[in-house]
């Protein structure tokens, strides 16, 4: 069951689930508190998951802020509020894509508070190859019931030649842009080429937690050598390619993820290599 946490300037949403040490689960983009289930049915018997909706996704898309943009330092903020206000002195962070790239800003200024780190498929390394490719979902953010109205008359006709997919998919991002404040400030950031304002290469060399970077070997949203940065320029970190998975990897192997998260989170050492699973 989702539970509320009313914050100085927000209201966060999360579920709670297991016992043990707390592993605070940040979901990627387009996501909710039910994003990373897969990974909590199997982490509860040894950790305390805290999967927490990011600002301005899920329930927690409103803020007393004024005026706020949904920028990565809005988000380390708010995760900052969330974990004090429930006295997390020392916690387990782990974090997937977009909520692995908050993961690891969190981690740059606040290492002393955390166990360990994991960042499955993290984006938040600049990319130029980024430009342009999602300029064909402009007019998804535009505020206007004629985008809705193309949709629907789209509808029949998807169906009708064989892209249900490709429809469902254009009428779920149109539904989260115009209810996920976060995901249309990312994308418009995004379009804007001002994103590349928020990446942490030049900063995740801070990071002294103890790291584990999993990669998607078939990613072709985030590409492998996002990680690889991760893996060579965090000092603590073990390396780990999952083979054949793409980026839905939290779903499609979540034992893989599982099995290393809890591996490395409860073990004393941690290993400094690139290791790729059978």
Known sequence: ??????????????????????????????????????????????????????????????????????????????????????????????????????????????????????????????????????????????????????????KPFAYFSGNRNGYQKIAQARHMLMTQPSAAAMLNSILKATNALNTVEKHIHQISTPTIVIAAENDTTIPQWHSETYAKTIPQTAFYVIPGAEHDFVNTHAPDICRLVHSFFTKSGFISSVVELD
């Open 1 to 154: 069951m989702k539970q509320f946490l009313k914050l100085d300037d927000y209201q966060a949403a999360y579920t709670l689930k297991g016992k043990g040490e707390p592993l605070v689960l940040l979901h990627g983009f387009f996501g909710d508190a039910s994003s990373l289930n897969c990974l909590v049915d199997q982490l509860q018997s040894q950790f305390q998951c805290f999967s927490l909706e990011l600002l301005g996704f899920g329930d927690c898309s409103k803020s007393n802020k004024p005026k706020i943009n949904y920028l990565i330092e809005d988000q380390v903020a708010f995760l900052k509020q969330f974990v004090d206000n429930l006295q997390l002195q020392k916690f387990y962070l782990a974090g997937y894509s977009y909520g692995a790239w908050i993961a690891s800003a969190y981690a740059v200024h606040y290492s002393f508070s955390l166990h360990g780190l994991g960042l499955i498929g993290p984006a938040g390394i600049r990319d130029d190859g980024f430009v342009g490719r999602y300029d064909h979902l402009k007019p998804l953010l535009w505020q206007t019931k004629l985008v809705d109205l193309a949709i629907a008359l789209y």
